[in-house]
């Protein structure tokens, strides 16, 4: 004892009857250093050594946005120092600080409720934990989010939800990628005090499409929000108070909007899920496939999810300019419809009219047979509405080869004129029209013709006051909107200046024109496409930093088929056609086709057109090959295969090539690649991949015209939002869709 | 028909130590084989189908791509192999797609004697097999 000034002392267990028997006696010394008797000493002796912490990430790999560089405040979370843009919230600084906070309620895109509560996190000076989603972020601010505190409020934040919640998981479909879930196990405690009756609630119906188990509902009212602010549809609410809470329509009442599937993905337990999935899966079974949607010219990313050689489900993807994380129902819900109908096997007609399934040699002998038979002036091409860029150029290449000049693509009126792409385009990107003030809408129903294009005029509407007026039919919009008239007469009156939206459209600084193309099918489209051209000079639309004229296209192949020149420029070269190759093409008017026509539809449905046809080629649908799709806005995006093909299909542009090969006009490419390098030489921005080619040439190029406006009013484009194209046409959920859901 | 030959069943691999002994077990083989082949065509009803000619002529095509083989280590092996193949056809372990797809020689080949597939390029002849290519 007393050894010079290092104090050392053995402790040896207190009494033998304490220790335990197969312990072997350790030896501990007491050391004590210069440092640990007084803290100045402690501060004499080494300085803190700066924490060296890594460089931090955003979450997800999000970019930080500043919409003014000067306001940045800095805050720090859990010691490590952070810059955010002014209005930000404590969640989104630890966003930005790379730490994701578990939560419930709070939805980035949807506005603020605060509820669950699962998102506390410590806050110093400040006696209680806060909820960082919706306590602004304030400069100095020190944010902790794994201290005890925090980590009990989460604890106790999961025990409260779960204590209500029903013991589903093996029956719920959310299971295996629940939020709550995944959130208990990572943040909650692991053992509940609940021992008293869970309480239910009784089911809700809303439609054919959302399946609702309310007694899973954590009433996070993320649905609700998204119904009201998103859709623009006050379906949903909530009832009651406290325990007995419930979400409902209050009134028997159905979700008729048509981006309603969205609230399955927004809904963070399984009380809302996919009515048409139900039970039919395991979301780990799943592989998920990064596409794009075709159903419509907005190609929304999607995923499709698929089992084997089955498509189950698609979910869509995020892209900011294009979908943000919404997709419409018809996109989402249309699936089933690859799986009914398709073509799997080359078939001729025979004598007593029955189709009879023969061999790809065969029928590729035949086809080539009749097309040296026919003048080539009777040929004609008619590319679809799912059809990809690679088939449309080896169409028309095919075509071109065998001397005749009539292929163009459905939607495609005669006369269009392709030269100028501004007079076809979306101009303003679809991300572009969130900056416009003043919305004109002239022939088009963004809402059942392109869904997502309608919440992003929503967006706009409910985010800056932006003033929307139509002219058109009669029919509902989800944002207030200012019905000018029914017909051409009125564009005649704003063209001319006599209208008092004039006034209106003179004072927007950001105005947008959105004319649909159901227009191109009028005869006098002409003179109407000069009026809103004449509209849009008068008015300051174009300029070099803003281009407000738009035009909605109906079909995914319409753009690139424009791009490509596929247009219809003979008056009458389906009357009187010999030969007829319709590529996917079900709107064609089939009466039109003469009687004695040899008529080849080559497609993967055996939709409308397939009963005219005299010989059958199966092609593969767009969850199965590799195919360029081109925007309304101008933006080429590629699908990927998901399922393998079904039968003996084949793509679509090997099809066409083989049979060149077969007629004797063999085409100088033979992959993909060579189909690919073919297109570059005629529209060169289809190759760029998800790359938007602005328009070159404004309206200064355009040609006069001598033509009347004729007084027909403006004609609804589509009937039924749920059935457009042959998937659609044959999917069960669609057809349940339009039966119960569509407004009469 | 003539009296059906039963196959022995060599249960010792065989060990041969030169070159000569391995080059007559082959020709023991083949013969064995040829000898079983009316047997297959019964049991697998290939008689409209195939000619015994034709069979002999793909085993022997068989045994022709190892001709080059010289260590007879590796000989004894492959006819281990090739016995154990032909064992398993004639115990009926196999079934008649099997034959057909394996030894009825090669997919196209029923077509590839046809003229009108000579002047036909890579991409038709694949595009008539799948769509994969």
């Known amino acids: ?53 890594p460089p931090r990430t955003p979450v997800g790999g999000a970019r930080v946005h500043f919409s003014n560089p000067d306001e940045a405040i800095e805050v720090f979370v859990d010691g490590f120092p952070v810059k955010i843009p002014k209005g930000f919230t404590v969640l989104q600084a630890c966003e930005v600080a790379g730490v994701d906070i578990p939560r419930f309620c709070y939805h980035s895109r949807l506005s603020i409720a605060g509820n669950c ?6 806050v110093e000076k400040s006696p209680k934990p806060v909820a960082s989603c919706a306590m602004p972020a304030l400069p100095g601010m020190k944010i902790k989010t794994d201290t005890p505190i925090a980590k009990k409020a989460r604890e106790g934040v999961m025990e409260f939800l779960l204590m209500n919640h029903p013991l589903d998981c093996p029956i719920c479909d959310q299971g295996g990628e629940c939020d709550l879930q995944d959130q208990s196990m ?60 419930e979400i409902g329509t209050y ?17 963070p337990v399984g009380a809302l899920t996919s009515k048409p999935f139900a039970f039919k899966a395991r979301n780990w079974e799943l592989k998920g496939t990064e596409t794009i949607d075709v159903t419509d010219a907005v190609g929304s990313n999607i995923r499709v999810d698929s089992r084997g050689p089955e498509v189950m489900r698609i979910i869509p993807r995020l892209n900011e300019d294009i979908n943000e994380e ?22 001729i007609r025979d004598a007593d009219g029955r189709f009879k399934a023969v061999s790809w040699r065969d029928a590729l002998a035949v086809v080539g047979d009749i097309v040296h038979q026919v003048k080539p002036e009777e040929i004609v091409g008619i590319a679809g509405q799912l059809s990809d860029a690679e088939s449309m150029m080896v169409l028309k290449d095919f075509v071109n080869r065998m001397g005749s000049d009539n292929v163009w693509c459905e939607g495609t009126a005669l006369g269009i004129d392709a030269d100028l792409r501004y007079r076809y385009l979306m101009n303003t990107s679809i991300a572009g029209l969130e900056n416009a003030d003043l919305f004109l809408l002239i022939g088009t129903q963004p ?73 191109f099918d009028r005869t006098d489209k002409d003179a109407i496409l000069s009026a809103v051209e004449s509209i849009a000079q008068a008015n300051n639309v174009i300029r070099p930093d803003w281009n407000g004229l738009n035009f909605l296209l109906l079909y995914a192949a319409q ?9 219809q420029r003979s008056p009458k070269a389906l009357e009187s056609a010999k030969f007829v190759y319709l590529m996917g093409s079900d709107d064609v008017d089939v009466d039109k086709i003469p009687k004695d026509a040899f008529v080849v539809y080559q497609g993967h449905h055996g939709d409308k057109a397939v009963y005219r046809a005299n010989l059958i080629l199966p092609a593969t649908a767009f969850t199965e090959k590799e195919g360029t799709y081109e925007n309304t806005e101008g933006l080429t995006q590629q699908t990927v295969p998901a399922v393998p093909t079904v039968g003996d299909a084949r793509d679509d542009w090997k099809i066409v090539r083989a049979l060149s090969e077969v007629s004797g006009v063999k085409l100088p490419y033979n992959s993909i690649e060579g189909v690919r390098s073919r297109i570059k030489t005629v529209a060169p921005n289809l190759v760029h991949t998800d790359e938007r080619e602005p328009v070159a040439f404004g309206p200064s190029l355009k040609p006069e015209s001598k033509e009347t406006i004729e007084t027909t009013p403006f004609k609804p484009v589509v009937e039924n939002f749920y059935m457009t194209n042959s998937i659609t046409r044959a999917s069960k959920i669609m057809a349940q869709c339009s039966a119960v859901l569509l407004k009469k | 028909m003539s009296a059906p030959f039963t196959l022995r069943k060599i249960g010792v691999p065989p060990n041969s130590a030169n070159l000569t002994e391995a080059r007559r077990r082959v020709f023991d083989f083949f013969r064995a084989a040829c000898r079983s082949l009316p047997t297959v065509m019964d049991i ?33 092996l492959l006819l281990f192999k090739g016995m154990e193949e032909l064992t398993d056809i004639v115990d009926h372990a196999k079934q008649r797609h099997h034959i057909i797809g394996q030894y009825v020689v090669g997919e196209g080949l029923v077509q590839n004697t046809g003229s009108k597939d000579q002047g036909k390029s890579d991409f038709l002849k694949n595009f008539y097999t799948s769509n994969y290519f």
Request: with cysteine; proline share 6%; hydrophobic share 40%.
């Open chain 1, 1 to 53: 004892m007393g050894l010079g000034s290092l104090v050392s002392r053995a402790i040896r267990p207190a009494s033998r009857l304490l220790r335990p028997h197969n312990t072997t006696f350790l030896l501990r010394t007491i050391v004590s250093k210069p440092e640990l008797q007084s803290p100045e000493a402690a501060a004499v002796s080494q300085p803190q050594p700066q924490p060296n912490l």
């Open chain 1, 117 to 122: 509560r699962m998102c506390l996190v410590e």
């Open chain 1, 186 to 245: 990572a943040f909650g405690s692991d053992r509940g005090r609940f021992t008293d009756m869970k309480r239910s609630v009784v089911d809700k119906n809303l439609g054919p499409l959302v399946k609702i188990v309310m007694t899973r509902c954590i009433q996070c009212t993320r649905c609700v929000r998204f119904a009201s602010e998103v859709a623009g549809v006050q379906d949903l609410g909530m009832l009651g108070r406290g325990s007995g809470e």
């Open chain 1, 251 to 267: 009134v028997e009442k159905l979700m008729t909007s048509e981006l309603s599937g969205n609230v399955i993905d927004i809904c």
């Open chain 1, 326 to 347: 919404w997709i419409s129902d018809k996109t989402r819900f249309s699936y089933d419809g690859l799986k009914r109908q398709r073509l799997s096997d080359p078939m």
């Open chain 1, 447 to 519: 809402r059942v013709e392109a869904a997502m294009v309608n919440a992003r005029i929503r967006k706009t509407v409910r985010a800056s006051n932006a003033k929307v007026a139509y002219i058109g039919p009669p029919s509902d919009f989800n944002y207030d909107c200012k019905h000018l008239g029914t017909g051409p007469d009125t564009l005649k009156e704003i063209a001319q200046g006599s209208h008092p939206f004039c006034s209106a459209l003179k004072n927007a600084k950001n105005p947008a024109i959105i004319v649909g193309a159901g227009l």
């Open chain 1, 559 to 567: 753009a690139a088929s424009l791009d490509l020149g596929l247009i």
């Open chain 2, 44 to 76: 697998y009803n290939l008689q409209d189908v195939v000619a015994p000619s034709q069979l002999r002529f793909a085993i022997s095509a068989q045994i022709r791509n190892n001709a080059h083989i010289t260590d007879p280590k590796v000989i004894d």
